[in-house]
């Protein structure tokens, strides 16, 4: 079956970095478009990354210049380099897959942490 498997996360203090990596297996990765979301405690999860199968990439406002994200086919892989991190992006960390066609096809991560904090 498919798995999305995210790591990467942690504690880190303001202004430090940390790359989320996101290992996907069960499925043709290179047919999906990938993205990072995140959530805290009673809020709704909201997309922080995008890339598309040609590495078309968006990102959220409040990332942007700050967070990358890329893709490494070969290895089934999605990544999510995270810089000059601030406190407001402490939350749980998603890895999403999705397919559009006649079914859209969704597949969600269990969630990696991040807790940006001195």
């Not at 993205?35 to 590495?55: D, F, H, K, N, P």
Request: proline residues 2%; hydrophobic residues 35%; aromatic residues 10%.
């Amino acid at each position: 079956q498919v798995q999305l498997v995210e790591s990467g996360g942690g504690l880190v203090q303001p202004g430090g970095s940390l790359r989320l990596s996101c290992a996907a297996s069960g499925m043709i990765f290179n047919i999906y478009f990938m993205g990072w979301y995140r959530q805290t405690t009673g809020e709704q999860r909201e997309l922080v990354a995008a890339i598309t199968t040609s590495g078309s990439t968006n990102y959220a406002d409040s990332v942007k210049g700050r967070f990358t994200i890329s893709r490494d086919n070969a290895k089934n892989t999605v990544y999510l380099q995270m810089n000059s991190l601030k406190p407001e992006d402490t939350a749980v960390y998603y890895c999403h897959a999705k397919r559009s066609g006649l079914v859209l096809i969704t597949y969600w991560g269990q969630g990696t942490q991040v807790t940006v904090s001195s």
